[in-house]
Nanobody, 126 residues
């Protein structure tokens, strides 16, 4: 079992930055690939970014590439999402998730993640 708790969400203006954090507890954190997803009201949960268990391999959705950066600290059991140049369309509940998979083609799909946090709200005003 892996427990995930997100923090860092809030209300910001367009162009601002925000940093989300996800604290993991339970089984060996370093053995999991980690992902960030987001879900806006009435929409499906969308992939945002992922980082493999061997940190250094990352992948981003086109909509956030160049603006968001995912990172992890295996010593502290945390994964972060630095979000810069935020846009109103980034408004959503952001979820941290853990997966046992390593293949990037799998890590973009929510169904490949077995553990999820409760989510943190990010609201970007125009």
């Amino acid at each position: 079992q892996v427990q995930l708790v997100e923090s860092g969400g809030g209300l910001v203006q367009a162009g601002d930055s925000l940093r989300l954090s996800c604290a993991a507890s339970g089984r060996t954190f370093s053995g999991y690939s980690m992902g960030w997803f987001r879900q806006a009201p009435g929409k499906e949960r969308d992939f945002v970014a992922t980082i493999r268990w061997s940190a250094g391999s990352t992948y981003y959705a086109d909509s956030v590439k160049g603006r968001f950066t995912i990172s992890r600290d295996n010593a502290k059991n945390t994964v972060s999402l630095q979000m810069n140049s935020l846009k109103p369309e980034d408004t959503a509940v952001y979820y941290c998730a853990a997966s046992t998979y390593y293949d990037l083609s799998r890590l973009i799909a929510p169904r490949e993640y077995g553990y999820w946090g409760q989510g943190t709200q990010v609201t970007v005003s125009s």
